[in-house]
């Protein structure tokens, strides 16, 4: 950047009738920088602003997660984004993440105490709750992969005829606490030392064990923290064999759109589920993109997603094209779902249509140098580590 009264000069100059060569021969500068003087681009004073860490792709990558997983938490997407090769620091990326996607601002990252839980009464107190005194409810209540805390304690609190409040006043105050948070997943270093205490009273009361309940419920930790989730519901089929009839919020691994036994399609938590028993090749692409993940992270598998996404052609090329575009897989998925009663308007359709073509996309960019796609090659060791290799 010129000094201001540098700057002043060439504008001066501009106005006074000179030529961008006199000018810079006058001045001494490129006849570029005088240019970006005179055109605007440059403002005397004003440095260039640096470009953002936060690229176009990131930026979506970003949009998607927290349009797919509403509490997700800003500490949880720095290390995602940092994963597929953002090089800025936390205080960068919560800058440049209010600036890009502004609605974010009033519930999002520039909360410093996104963690916290509301209110911690008791919790340095021993719990007065031992195995020995502690009821045991006649019905037991298995859970579901990924479960909300809330959820199961819900439903084994109306299996047993109670409401939630009389069960959580015969659980530890841990369960309070954790179901007052706005994400149960948040591990708060408070309610860490107290979480072996509360899984096994909540297993002694709800007659199961606590490795069932530690594997299905992402309250207690248990679970991989460090793959990204997404929030749905459970495939209406697979509750249904457990006996379980109304809808159950769940957090699933963000890339599982599908459950493969029973061909539906897992919409985000505010839209329909869809059943895909008409374009069985959908089915086939959430294995293909599982197969993927011997090769790439999850978050390396959605950022490729949401790229290729965009370059799916929006129309078939001719009439001939039209069976094989995502199009006529939109229409049959439809009018399938139009006949169980789905309105035909939501964007879980889209989404489901172009995942086939999408998935394909994608293993040819993660792998550039396989001509035949990453699965083919699947005993060969990757070439590279999945953290080494950058979007
Ligand atoms: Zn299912």
Redesign the pocket.
């Known amino acids: 950047m010129l000094p201001q009264d540098r700057a002043e000069k060439i504008l001066t100059l501009g106005q006074a009738g000179w030529s961008v060569r006199a000018i810079a021969d006058q001045l001494g500068h490129s006849p570029q920088t005088i240019r970006d003087y005179l055109n605007g681009r440059t403002t005397p004073g004003l440095r260039a602003p640096r470009p953002s860490l936060l690229t176009d792709p990131l930026a979506d990558y970003c949009r998607q997660r927290l349009a797919e997983d509403p509490h997700l938490r800003p500490s949880t997407l720095f290390n995602e984004v940092t994963e597929l090769g953002f090089q800025g620091s936390r205080a960068t990326f919560y800058r440049e993440l209010s600036r890009r996607l502004p609605s974010l601002s009033s519930h999002g990252p520039s909360r410093p105490q996104e963690d916290l839980p509301q209110d911690l009464p008791g919790m340095s107190h021993p719990s007065v709750h031992t195995h020995q005194h502690a009821p045991v409810l006649p019905r037991p209540v298995a859970p579901i992969t990924g479960e909300a805390l809330t959820s199961y304690l819900t439903r084994l609190a109306h299996a047993n005829h109670l409401t939630l409040t009389e069960v959580l006043a015969v659980l530890p105050s841990w369960f309070s606490t954790k179901i007052n948070n706005r994400d149960d997943r948040a591990q708060h270093h408070m309610l860490i030392p107290a979480t072996a205490k509360a899984l096994h009273a909540l297993a002694h009361l709800a007659t199961t064990t606590s490795a069932s309940l530690a594997r299905a419920l992402p309250a207690f930790g248990a679970v991989d923290t460090h793959s990204p989730v997404r929030a749905t519901t459970?495939?209406?089929?697979?509750?249904a064999?457990r006996g379980v009839h109304q809808p159950v919020p769940v957090h699933l691994p963000a890339h599982q759109k599908i459950?493969?036994?029973?061909?539906?399609w897992l919409s985000d938590a505010d839209q329909p589920h869809l059943d895909l028993a008409a374009c069985p090749e959908i089915i086939t692409a959430q294995r293909r993109a599982n197969r993927l993940l011997r090769h790439c992270t999850p978050q390396q598998l959605m950022s490729a997603h949401l790229v290729v996404a965009k370059m799916i052609p929006p129309w078939p090329s001719s009439p001939a094209g039209v069976p094989f575009h995502w199009r006529h897989r939109l229409l049959i998925l439809q009018t399938a779902n139009h006949r169980l009663g789905i309105a035909t308007d939501h964007d879980a359709y889209i989404d489901a249509a172009k995942y086939p073509d999408a998935i394909a996309l994608a293993a040819t960019m993660l792998t550039p140098s396989h001509p035949h796609g990453i699965e083919q090659d699947s005993l060969a060791k990757p070439s590279r580590s999945p953290r080494q290799r950058q979007l």
Do not use: K, Q, S, W
Request: glycine residues 8%; positive net charge; proline residues 0%.
């Open positions: 459970a495939c209406h089929r697979c509750t064999r459950c493969t036994r029973h061909g539906i």
